[in-house]
């Protein structure tokens, strides 16, 4: 991957690695409708996903090049993982793949929001309706089942968890990438998330099967996979086009989960869906032309 892309090639690569994700989910959501304890999920999810990327950069002769230059500032971010990867798991293992996305697509407006107060970024009128569209997006897509009771409130609980986190870690990222490879920001989350996770088992933990073994290393790989094609992309392209492709989700996360969970998006998520993903390829757009 030396070798310089298109603009095509790059999409296509944004694609892949989305997919990649997509796919880990439902790998850790399999893994979650077991009794197996979430911080059994983190523990090895962080451990295969630090080997993967360790086996990569070893491959490339690059594996000296992991270890952080400023280990403080990624132990923030890994902190900020970990608490992510939980959420994740808790979400997933209570709510829709279809409706956990819906939610995810929040991130981008969560991350514009923070830009502007801790990063002093520019916010303007267009933006902020933006943002309000979307989130009257999330209303939509979740008052209709949370009023029925079929929405878990401990799911949108930790969804909300999830988003906090991986947002604030994407604005904190944005601050350390001037010093820390990508590649090293993955491996040493991967590290600290096994490394709490395994501290946290040694309390209690639950043999694991063949099936959910390999679920979990399924998942480490292809969310290795997935930061990696994602890192090729934004090294060919503008990270506004990226993330216009990071909504493709919605797409494979809805067919992934109705072939493997047999799960069907309601027609208010859907409405709440295109709300969503116009605010935030909007804000993406006016991202790339500003």
Request: hydrophobic share 55%; glycine share 8%; net charge positive.
């Amino acid at each position: 991957m030396k070798k310089s892309l298109s603009p095509r090639q790059a999409i296509y690569c944004a694609i892949a690695g989305f997919t990649f994700w997509v796919l880990c989910d439902a790998s850790v959501k399999f893994a979650g409708r077991s009794q197996l304890p979430v911080y059994e999920i983190v523990a090895f999810l962080g451990i295969f996903m630090a080997l993967f990327i360790g086996l990569y950069a070893a491959a490339r002769g690059d594996a000296r090049e992991l270890w952080p230059k400023r280990p403080a500032r990624l132990l923030l971010r890994s902190s900020l993982d970990v608490v992510n990867l939980v959420g994740l798991a808790i979400a997933l293992r209570n709510l829709s793949l279809t409706l956990f996305y819906i939610l995810v697509f929040t991130s981008p407006m969560v991350v514009t929001i923070l830009g502007r107060i801790f990063l002093k970024e520019r916010l303007d009128w267009r933006k902020v309706a933006a943002i309000v569209t979307g989130f009257l997006g999330v209303v939509l897509a979740v008052y209709p089942s949370e009023a029925s009771g079929t929405t878990s409130w401990v799911g949108l609980a930790a969804c909300v968890v999830c988003v906090g986190c991986f947002s604030t870690a994407v604005v904190w990222s944005r601050v350390i990438s001037q010093t820390e490879r990508p590649e090293s920001m993955t491996f040493f989350s991967g590290l600290v998330s096994g490394a709490v996770g395994l501290l946290v088992m040694l309390t209690h933990a639950m043999p694991l099967n063949g099936p959910l073994l390999i679920a979990l290393m399924a998942a480490g790989l292809l969310c290795g996979l997935g930061s990696q094609f994602v890192f090729v992309a934004l090294k060919h392209t503008s990270a506004a086009t990226v993330s216009q492709y990071h909504y493709t989700q919605l797409l494979t996360g809805s067919i992934v989960a109705f072939l493997l969970f047999h799960e069907k998006p309601t027609l208010w998520m859907l409405a709440g869906a295109v709300l969503i993903v116009a605010a935030g390829l909007y804000i993406a757009l006016r991202e790339e032309t500003a």
